[in-house]
């Protein structure tokens, strides 16, 4: 992706030591969404950093899953390990849940437009995304289909179609909302998008006819605004997530102040 997403390391560095948040968002995220009773032998919970899986638009900033050791895949033409696969720990992953890390709340917007076309992909709903843009070298059919590893720390986890089968559209909103989760500061909302916002100041800037006390260019500057802001804002986000967490009792927005935030890793 071209704006490459470099929040999530950045708050993750952040994240430290809030007990509260600790204890009552992130572990009930994990534990509500861990389907328990699918649990086979020595399955854990993990929660896996800058997820890409191939995909052509996109990089999750973490996804929670549950691993659980198996044997390392084979090479489809000859049947035997395949050299990088040697001496490593294999999981088979069970996505949980997607969460995406936002340093600007009015980003997120943009964050979810994008989350739903992935997850989308992920789970071969066609009706969800441009198959076209999501041909690669990994994916030549634009649909997820083959197994892909994700590698942490000299642990390989390998990720079927299967992977995300939990993940389900809301029924009236064909969203996927109940396994989505964002995690921003806490900001003013500013009813546009960063990208938005950047273009109406670059227009203000070099606008030799700007005239901010003119009723006439004032409603001008109005009337552009309205056709080229997106229909989708944070405020909307919010409220859809907002809506979420009152359905099944979690909290699946979550805004975070500048001191004292939660790392993911130690939440587990």
């Known amino acids: 992706m071209q704006n490459k997403l470099k929040d999530a390391p ?3 560095d ?3 030591n809030d007990q509260e948040m600790q ?3 992130y572990r009930s995220l994990i534990r509500s969404r861990s389907a328990a009773d699918t649990w086979p032998a020595g399955a854990q919970v993990r929660v896996l950093r800058s997820v890409t899986l191939g995909c052509a638009r996109g990089e999750l900033d973490f996804v929670v899953v549950l691993a659980a050791p198996c044997d390392p895949p084979l090479s489809k033409r000859k049947k035997k390990l395949a050299p990088q ?3 490593k720990s294999h999981f088979s992953c069970l996505a949980l849940a997607v969460v995406e890390a936002k340093r600007n709340i009015n980003d997120c917007a943009f964050g979810f437009d994008i989350r739903q076309e992935n997850i989308a992909f992920f789970v071969c709903d066609e009706s969800g995304y441009d198959v076209a843009s999501y041909v690669t070298n990994v994916h030549h059919k634009g649909k997820f289909l083959k197994d892909v590893v994700h590698e942490l720390g000299g642990e390989r986890f ?3 179609k ?3 089968r939990l993940f389900e559209p ?3 909103t064909r969203l996927y909302l109940s396994r989505l989760f964002f995690v921003t500061r806490d900001r003013p909302l500013l009813g546009m998008r960063l990208a938005e916002l950047g273009m109406l100041l670059n227009k203000l800037l070099n606008d030799v006819d700007m005239d901010l006390e003119s009723p006439e260019y004032m409603q001008r500057l109005h009337d552009k605004l309205l056709e080229t802001t997106s229909t989708r804002q944070a405020h909307d986000v919010i409220e859809l997530l907002d809506q979420q967490s009152s359905r099944d ?3 699946h927005f979550i805004r975070l102040k500048d001191v004292g935030l939660l790392s993911l890793e130690d939440s587990v």
Do not use: A, Y
Request: glycine fraction near 12%; aromatic fraction near 8%; charged fraction near 25%.
């Open 85 to 87: 696969h040697e001496g």
């Open 249 to 251: 009792g979690g909290q």
């Open 170 to 172: 809301d029924p009236s």
């Open 10 to 12: 950045e708050l993750q």
């Open 162 to 164: 299967e992977s995300f």
């Open 23 to 25: 204890n009552t968002q």
């Open 14 to 16: 952040e994240l430290k």
């Open 158 to 160: 390998v990720f079927s």
